[in-house]
């Protein structure tokens, strides 16, 4: 017996047929010329502060601020590398991996914990961390210097690890467990069926999925800890514990005339961080929009 085949059937004669919708796409005008603007914004200064690292001191006064300098004056980059670039750049590293690194680990466990605990304290504790996003680094200067001071840390690495990594602990425990609380509630109930415990499923589940957020508020935290002038102004006081942003400080004031090595010290403290966005742009950009696909 041969298959049926269903016959069509022809719409009305009268039957309106039904019409395609054609996607219109409208200029945003406005929207464009300030995205020019605003790139101008940003664009401009950066490239005034290449090319005046790249003058001599004498082209800096006669030639024109924006045209490239011909030929480029190297020699002020090997002028900043003879002022102890190296061991402030040093410095720098130490007190901001140091401070990201402890400042992540807290916040990852207590964001764990706050998430995964339904108990009344967890939630004081969450608004505590919230309180914290309210208070200012300018209005705790004092106690913490005191503090450091009475802990036997002035003037060493340590006193600026430690204060850095306690005013990060807020936002990043406020991103982090917005994040966390994302993750499928059945994802865990699974686990603990299979017996997992906590320190498993921080392990296997939580850390693997948390990636792009722990990128995000690492990389957010390293410019913060990076550019921090306060704290090393106040908590340090010999050259050899010197940050960049305080190193830099103390050399403009050397070189006030010779403002193409100073420019050239701008840039070599930018490059680090500039290479830490590069690598993790796309983790930033993941974090970011994060739960917004849901």
Request: cysteine-free; aromatic content about 12%.
């Amino acid at each position: 017996m041969a298959d049926s085949v269903p016959a069509v059937v022809p719409p009305p004669a009268g039957a309106a047929r039904p019409r395609r919708r054609h996607r219109h796409w409208r200029i945003n005008f406005p929207g464009g010329v300030a995205g020019i603007l605003w790139l101008g914004i940003v664009v401009v200064p950066v490239y005034w502060v290449l090319v005046t690292s790249l003058r001599s001191p004498q082209e800096f006064f006669i030639a024109n601020q924006f045209s490239l300098p011909v030929p480029p004056a190297f020699a002020n980059y090997v002028r900043v590398f003879e002022v102890n670039f190296l061991g402030y750049l040093m410095n720098s590293v130490i007190v901001t991996a140091g401070a990201v690194t402890l400042t992540l680990v807290v916040s990852f466990l207590a964001a764990y914990v706050i998430v995964r605990n339904d108990m009344a304290v967890s939630r004081a504790v969450f608004s505590l961390f919230l309180l914290g996003l309210a208070i200012p680094i300018q209005s705790a200067i004092i106690p913490v210097y005191y503090l450091i001071s009475k802990a036997g840390l002035y003037d060493t690495l340590l006193a600026l690890i430690l204060p850095f990594a306690a005013f990060a602990v807020a936002v990043t425990v406020f991103i982090l467990s917005n994040f966390i609380r994302d993750i499928p509630r059945e994802l865990f109930e699974a686990m603990e069926i299979d017996g997992a415990s906590h320190w498993q499923m921080l392990r296997w589940l939580v850390l693997p999925l948390s990636g792009p957020a722990l990128m995000t508020v690492a990389i957010y935290d390293a410019l913060n800890v990076w550019n921090g002038f306060l704290f090393p102004l106040v908590l340090t006081q010999s050259a050899s514990q010197r940050v960049l942003p305080l190193a830099l400080w103390s050399f403009q004031d050397e070189m006030t005339i010779n403002v193409p090595v100073v420019m050239a010290a701008v840039v070599l403290t930018s490059i680090p961080m500039v290479t830490l966005y590069i690598f993790g742009r796309r983790y930033i950009v993941a974090g970011l929009t994060a739960g917004f696909g849901k």
